[in-house]
């Protein structure tokens, strides 16, 4: 027992962050809860309970990873049940006071669910399918605690880890990460225990730890609603490994892209100063730890260990050929160690709970949990995290809730342009890394998109595809230029001009990038294009060989097209719509989309009113009837 | 927050603890946040401070997708091209925004009015596709909808005229 401080500290009795004595009022202001509008809903209640100061509290809290819900707010309520409102507005405000915190009345018709302490007539929201498969371990504060009380992360256990950590050995501590079988959680899957020995033998008195909150997927947010909904967690598992490897000084690289997140690690790192949780003596030890912000620049490729560290000596954000690792040879030559913000987050859960917790959960190679930003067609988006080892069905059909409007499931997009698309068949699939990785995605990002017979696989691929080849940052030549390459036949392919031996090529070029690039970021770019060419081919086939688009997406290849047994004659709609006037109507008031004219917008499509439908797309374009195919010539009289 | 350094001049910028190329981005960051972008001769000014090449700091300057040499327009239009947001039509709605705005992407009006970018994912995946303006977001964007949203946006700065 080294001193006063630590011991009061670790003997803390767990509880929960609010008093039970008054009404508490939580409402999501993560970056999602505010593009819903939730911080009107915030002044909407600040207001309503002007006076009410002794019995009622509002708080801002993070994220539930209820995207879809949101603006969500949680009324918790002494001797009551807590019942969490969703879809909340400004003026749903006033009656949700009057009827919950003054009254008696929970207002169940605008509830999501319940809570806890729930009664019979309401959902009950830890049973529902989207929560029943989760195991809320990362997540386990996330739109519960505010992120900008230091406190509330403490009363929940928060900083204990620290704490137990400062009275072991750093090797001790290794040995604890190393048994609980911790994995990098930003994606590669590196052993978290392996990084820290290496770091922590590595010569030299000054040590860095980086946290790479970098997350550049254009499809993934676990790590922005980590920061924003619990950044107490993040920070104790940094310092925590700070000591582990002999590091005084930490940095947090986190995207610029993220604002409101970099507001919440400012306000973390003062309270936790204050506490003297973070600088020197920490509760009174001999270690010393302190953590600084640094705002990337905008890079995809800043990511990657040795390109964040390039960007964080101020120049071009450049991968370095590994080794020497940087955990050896890091920031200005000094051993780093570069861990993603979910790992340190399981560090922290690791330490406070005990390894076995963690060891516990998962399969005998990925222990733990598995955080996924869910998007795409699905019911239910936003975040979710499972233990490893759940399959891609319960991913996508109990938690996602399947496809919107009852459409057919076509794929799933795993791990952003690093990933890939799996089909219906791997759905069930176990998630961990090395299974996704044996079926052709990664865990990567943990983006997770679904798609639907709506979507073209050779436009996702071209897509990905796309986004690599403007972050390709220009270093090695199989990266630059591969990917140039791989997007203009992709290019080809989806207007109609791709040949048979375009796809071959496609699929020799994949290969090459795969094999030649100098980074992970280079070498995976093509896994989209594996991907699809691996389970999809028959829709390259159709681009190619019969000019058609499945999907109906590519716009070369496809055509809209109005049903003249459908068309109401006395309805404009689409004509009014249309941007560059391609629609007229032929000579019995029906509708005509000119074919040469027409941009492909969709906006006929979408204003057509639903009970004529007669907007259709043809693909390919040879299926639109040759007489209404564009206006006839209008001759003067 | 942001705005804290607007009305300091470059000198309160350039301090002399920051008189290393480690804080080249730092330093280029802070001047995009007073002025809303990198003009030639801030950078010729940081280059002389570093004692680096002007060359070197433009090579970095453009590496970065954040920085900007144009001054910003005063309504920026960006439509997110995250993945959610492409799958959803987000770039229909671009093609929508630039047709309606009569500019090309990443270009500014002639009267710095609007300006339209094409932005990464902001994270909003559920409303799917969106386009923001300042702090605004505006949610599950079709292209008829961008015309909605223009309206809506020039009555508004019509009222305030």
Redesign the interface.
């Known amino acids: 027992m080294k001193n006063r401080m630590i011991r009061a500290l670790s003997q803390k009795k767990v509880g929960a962050p609010y008093s039970d004595k008054i009404t508490h009022i939580l409402v999501g202001t993560a970056?999602?809860g505010r593009?819903?509008g939730s911080m009107a809903v915030l002044e909407a209640f600040r207001h309503e309970i002007g006076g009410l100061e002794d019995t009622v509290r509002a708080w801002e809290v993070g994220c539930m990873g209820l995207?879809?819900q949101?603006p969500l707010v949680v009324i918790i309520k002494p001797g009551d049940f807590s019942v969490c409102y969703h879809h909340v507005t400004p003026q749903m405000v006033q009656q949700l006071v009057e009827g919950y915190v003054r009254g008696d009345d929970p207002c169940l018709d605008l509830a999501l669910g319940t809570m806890a302490g729930g009664n019979g007539d309401a959902v009950y929201i830890p049973e529902l399918d989207l929560f029943k498969y989760q195991a809320r371990v990362l997540l386990r504060n996330c739109g519960y605690i505010s992120p900008l009380e230091i406190d509330h992360y403490i009363a929940g256990g928060g900083y204990r880890g620290l704490a137990k950590a400062l009275k072991l050995e750093p090797t001790q501590i290794i040995k604890q990460i190393e048994k609980s079988g911790l994995r990098g959680l930003g994606g590669a899957g590196y052993p978290a225990a392996a990084k820290w020995a290496a770091c922590a033998q590595a010569g030299g008195s000054t040590k860095y730890v980086i946290c790479n909150a970098d997350e550049?997927?254009?499809?993934?947010?676990m790590d922005?609603v980590l920061l924003e909904s619990d950044p107490h967690a993040v920070l104790e598992g940094m310092i925590i490994a700070g000591y582990a490897v002999g590091a005084s000084k930490g940095y947090i690289y986190i995207r610029?892209?993220y604002?409101l997140a970099i507001?919440r690690i400012r306000v973390a790192l003062k309270q936790a100063r204050a506490k003297g949780l973070l600088g020197s003596r920490i509760l009174d030890s001999d270690f010393s730890f302190t953590v600084e912000i640094v705002?990337g620049?905008?890079?995809?490729v800043s990511g990657e260990e040795t390109a964040m560290i390039a960007?964080?000596?101020?120049?071009?954000?450049w991968p370095e050929h590994r080794p020497p690792y940087p955990a050896q040879s890091g920031l200005?030559g000094r051993p780093t160690l570069v861990n993603n913000v979910k790992t340190l987050a399981g560090v922290s859960v690791i330490l406070q709970k005990g390894w076995r917790s963690f060891r516990d959960m998962g399969t005998a190679n990925s222990r733990g949990t598995a955080l996924f930003?869910l998007?795409?067609?699905l019911e239910n988006?936003?975040l979710a995290e499972v233990p490893m080892g759940t399959s891609l069905r319960t991913l996508v059909y109990d938690i996602g809730g399947g496809i919107k409007r009852g459409r057919q499931f076509k794929a799933v997009?795993i791990g952003?342009p690093s990933g890939g698309c799996l089909p219906d068949d791997l759905l069930d699939t176990q998630i961990d890394f090395d299974s996704l990785k044996y079926a052709g995605a990664i865990m990567g990002s943990g983006?997770v998109?679904v798609?639907d017979e709506d979507?073209c696989m050779v436009d996702?691929a071209k897509?990905?595809v796309d986004?690599s080849r403007q972050e390709s940052?220009g270093r090695c030549t199989f990266c630059r230029i591969g990917t140039y390459h791989m997007h203009s036949v992709l290019e080809d392919i989806t207007r109609g001009r791709g040949m048979l031996k375009s796809i071959e090529a496609l699929g020799e070029l994949a290969e090459d990038v795969r094999a030649g690039s100098l980074c992970g970021l280079g070498r995976m770019s093509p896994n989209p294009v594996l991907t699809t060419l691996r389970y999809f081919r028959e829709e390259y086939d159709a681009h190619v060989l019969e000019q058609r688009c499945p999907a109906r997406v590519c716009k070369e290849l496809t055509a809209y097209y109005i049903l003249p047994e459908k068309c109401y004659r006395g309805c404009d709609h689409c004509v009014l719509?249309c941007?560059v006037e391609a629609v007229f109507s032929d000579e019995k008031g029906l509708k005509v989309v000119d074919q040469p004219k027409c941009?492909k917008?969709?906006?006929c499509e979408?204003?057509c009113p639903p009970e004529y439908n007669a907007v259709i797309r043809l693909s390919p374009v040879s299926l639109v009837p040759a007489d209404r195919r564009t206006r006839p010539d209008t001759k003067e009289p | 927050m942001k705005n804290d350094s607007r009305n300091n001049s470059l000198s309160e910028i350039l301090r002399p603890e920051h008189r290393h190329t480690s804080h080249l981005i730092d330093i280029l960051q802070d001047i995009q946040a007073r002025d809303g972008y990198l003009s030639n001769e801030a950078m010729l000014k940081v280059a002389g401070f570093l004692d680096m090449s002007s060359a070197a700091v433009w090579g970095v300057a453009t590496f970065y997708n954040q920085f900007r040499f144009t001054p910003p327009a005063r309504k920026p239009v960006r439509v997110c091209m995250g993945t959610a947001c492409h799958l959803a039509g987000g770039q229909l709605v671009l093609e929508a925004m630039a047709r309606e705005l009569k500019i090309e992407v990443g270009g500014t009006s002639e009267d710095r009015e609007f300006s339209l970018e094409r932005v990464a994912c902001i994270g909003c995946c559920a409303l799917a596709p969106v386009v923001t303006m300042k702090d605004k977001v505006y949610p599950r964007m079709t292209p008829p909808g961008v015309e909605e949203v223009l309206v809506g946006i020039k009555a508004e700065s019509e009222a305030e005229a």
């Open positions: 970056t999602c593009a819903a995207c879809s949101e550049g997927d254009p499809g993934a947010f922005r610029e892209e604002p507001d705002r620049a905008g890079a995809f960007a964080m000596e101020g120049g071009r954000s200005r930003a998007a795409g067609k988006t936003g997009q952003g983006g998109i798609m979507n996702t897509y990905f986004f940052c719509a941007p941009t917008c969709g906006s979408l204003v």
